[in-house]
Nanobody
Framework: QVRLVESGGGVVQAGGSLRLSCAVS????????VAWFRQAPGKERVFVGM????????YYHDSVKGRAIVSRDNAKNTGYLQMITLKPEDTAIYYC???????????????????WGQGTQVTVSS
């Protein structure tokens, strides 16, 4: 059974930075693409960024381009989302997701990913 566990959320002041981790167990991590989504209160879950299984493909939502870096450490079975220059509108629950064999152009869809973490709250105070 594949399990994803996010960590690293919390309260951050506007302009600050944070790094979220996504620990993956129970599967073949180095075959999975790892994605990050976020969901603000009362809103849909939206794509933030994704890294392909081999680390050679990186994709970001326009709202975080230049402020977010998605990375992975296959030796630790862990994916990461680092964000800088945080804004109050970045406040949300952040989820990591994973799957293999992702077709081109589908990485931003929640339905693309079979495995999900429980989420970690990020609150950016102004």
């Amino acid at each position: 059974q594949v399990r994803l566990v996010e960590s690293g959320g919390g309260v951050v002041q506007a302009g600050g930075s944070l790094r979220l981790s996504c620990a993956v167990s129970g599967g073949t991590f180095d075959r999975y693409a790892v994605a990050w989504f976020r969901q603000a209160p009362g809103k849909e879950r939206v794509f933030v960024g994704m890294i392909t299984w081999n680390g050679q493909g990186l994709y970001y939502h326009d709202s975080v381009k230049g402020r977010a870096i998605v990375s992975r450490d296959n030796a630790k079975n862990t994916g990461y989302l680092q964000m800088i220059t945080l804004k109050p509108e970045d406040t949300a629950i952040y989820y990591c997701a994973a799957n293999w064999g992702i077709p081109d152009g589908t990485w931003a869809r929640t339905t693309t990913y079979h495995y999900w973490g429980q989420g970690t709250q990020v609150t950016v105070s102004s």
